[in-house]
């Protein structure tokens, strides 16, 4: 069965520093990627998506993911991070032959001055 | 375009009564889907559709219904609800499965 994992419940980091989210995925092929963020209170919003081809992708607000298939990894990162960002992330994977959307249980973002 | 759509924002059921969720979409997407958001469980699909006509059970059916007589609706109804059924639930679609999901901003649920 496939699942993502999203070790990191609750991160917390300095406003400026630099920020790594991690996510993993369990699946048999690579599936499609995304990551999703929720601010307080409104749906989801896509960040990024890997499909195929160059494994670091990069997406709106300064984020960018890079896949690593030996690693079944796909983690996001921000080189410095900005007050707003303080949101809940999610990863997803939708394997390119089924139905489903997976989605991680989500990393709580807070950002400290 | 108003993108996808959720009504209503707030709702509280007593134990047993019965409601749809209704959800809508301006996208002519073929694929929606209804999932449930609680604290530490990340979303969770509760039914999806592939199309009008077509739908199918996700990781958590039991105790919803769900159809699709046109591209555009897929409401969630909730037949006999449940304390166990209080959560968030958010609306998506999108062109195919495996491509980015539209959400809705989502129906606050609280059962007694």
């Known amino acids: 069965a496939q699942s993502v994992t999203q070790p990191d419940i609750h991160i917390t980091v300095s406003e400026g520093a630099s920020l790594e989210l991690r996510c993993n995925y369990s699946?048999?092929?690579?599936?499609?990627l995304f990551w999703y963020v929720q601010s307080p209170g409104q749906g989801l919003q896509l960040l990024l998506k890997y499909f195929s081809g160059d494994t670091l992708v990069q997406g709106i607000k300064g984020f960018e993911a890079e896949f690593k298939r030996s690693q079944s990894s796909f983690n996001l990162r921000k080189p410095s991070v900005h007050w707003s960002d303080a949101a809940e992330y999610f990863c997803?994977?939708?394997?390119?032959?089924?139905?489903?959307?997976?989605f991680g249980t989500g990393t709580s973002l807070t950002v400290i001055p | 375009n108003a993108g996808v759509t959720q009504t209503p924002k707030f709702q509280v059921l007593k134990t047993g009564q019965s409601m749809t969720l209704q959800c809508a979409q301006d996208m002519n997407h073929e694929y929606m889907s209804w999932y449930r958001q609680d604290p530490g469980m990340g979303l969770r699909l509760i039914h999806y559709s592939v199309g009008a006509g077509i739908t199918d059970q996700g990781e958590v059916p039991n105790g919803y219904n769900v159809s699709r007589s046109t591209t555009e609706d897929f409401p969630l109804r909730l037949l006999s609800a449940a304390p166990s059924q209080t959560s968030v639930y958010f609306c998506?679609?999108?062109?195919?499965?495996?491509?980015?999901?539209?959400f809705g901003p989502g129906t606050r649920l609280t059962v007694l």
């Open positions: 699946y048999g092929a690579t599936p499609y």
């Open positions: 998506a679609s999108s062109y195919a499965p495996h491509n980015e999901q539209f």
């Open positions: 997803a994977v939708a394997p390119p032959d089924g139905n489903q959307f997976y």
